[in-house]
């Protein structure tokens, strides 16, 4: 862990005494340190498309699979050499394995976002309050308008993403979290989309520096034109492969990614690419409307 970090950058002065455990400069750096929620209490929610069609056609959770399945995550993730931190579930708290949406690394230290929906965003408080005691780190909190984690991409160094559907996150959130990038002078690309999609991560997700899974037959031409301007080549994933959450990958390093099993097309499109893909079960999870990407949240990567 590196705890060097450059406090003459830091934007915010509150932050200023805190460790600088959580940090993430780029969403496929090498990944040290995750945390995790076991869905012990997950339960299908009505919120996303994916769950309501999943419920159409009759879904019910199966707890005890849906751990397992989250279990064997785990045990791939700490295989891949990264210390997985749990963060304790709560009866109520259906949707709280998808960690990724409450919170995010950033630069600067965790950032405690504002989520769109009340059972979603009685996470949060949840997360800042262990944030800080089981890893010293009292995040910064967004209060304006509204942002999920799902929505937020940190590319590369000096490149951040948001998805803005209106829903989820919102301009104003947006604006809020991505205030002190701008001021560090980041390019912030904000991608408008319609909340059918949910979250920027269901249909973009970078797999190194200059790759990204995207759903090219669902993003708009001007965006992919956006990317393709900063050297950002995509591996196109369609529609019903994304709602298979086939899109939705985990990068360890830029190199090793995790994806759920149910689009071997993507997984077969990403080792001709030269990664190395594992395929895990998660079929539980996926019915909930997140898959790799949703259900960890980076707190360190390397670099
Ligand atoms: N980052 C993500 N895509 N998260 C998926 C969250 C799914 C969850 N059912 C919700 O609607 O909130």
């Known amino acids: 862990m590196k705890l060097d970090f450059a406090l003459a950058h830091r934007p915010f002065p509150e932050t200023r005494l805190q460790p600088a455990f959580v940090r993430v400069r780029g969403e496929t750096h090498r990944l040290t340190d995750v945390a995790l929620c076991t869905p012990r209490y997950l339960a299908p929610v009505p919120c996303c498309s994916v769950t309501k069609e999943a419920l159409r056609e009759g879904y019910s959770t199966d707890n005890a699979r849906a751990v397992a399945q989250h279990g064997r995550l785990r045990e791939l993730l700490q295989a891949s050499g990264v210390r997985c931190h749990s963060l304790p579930p709560a009866a109520g708290q259906a949707d709280m394995c998808f960690t ?30 262990w944030a800080t005691s089981a890893l010293g780190e009292r995040p910064r909190r967004i209060r304006q308008g509204r942002i999920e984690g799902g929505d937020v991409c940190i590319a590369r160094p000096g490149l951040l993403i948001i998805g803005v559907s209106g829903a989820r996150t919102d301009e104003a959130g947006a604006a809020e979290f991505a205030a002190p990038f701008e001021a560090d002078g980041w390019d912030v690309l904000r991608y408008r989309f319609d909340e059918h999609f949910l979250h920027l991560d269901t249909i973009f997700c970078m797999l190194d520096e200059k790759h990204a899974l995207a759903c090219t037959d669902v993003l708009d031409d001007a965006f992919m034109a956006e990317l393709a301007a900063r050297g950002i080549a995509l591996i196109p994933v369609t529609y019903k492969e994304a709602r298979r959450l086939g899109c939705n990958v985990l990068s360890i390093d830029g190199h090793s ?27 539980e999870l996926t019915a909930c409307g997140g898959g790799v990407h949703c259900l960890t949240m980076p707190l360190q990567r390397e670099g």
Do not use: C, N, Q, Y
Not at 103 to 120: E, N, S, Y
Not at 258 to 272: K, L, Q, S
């Open 257 to 283: 990614i995790i994806a759920a099993a149910g689009t071997p097309r993507v997984a077969r499109m990403m080792r001709e690419h030269g990664f190395t893909v594992h395929e895990l079960e998660l079929d």
């Open 100 to 129: 990724r949406d409450a919170a995010v690394a950033t630069p600067w230290g965790l950032v405690a976002l504002h989520p769109a929906l009340d059972h979603r965003a009685s996470e949060v408080d949840k997360i800042a309050g």
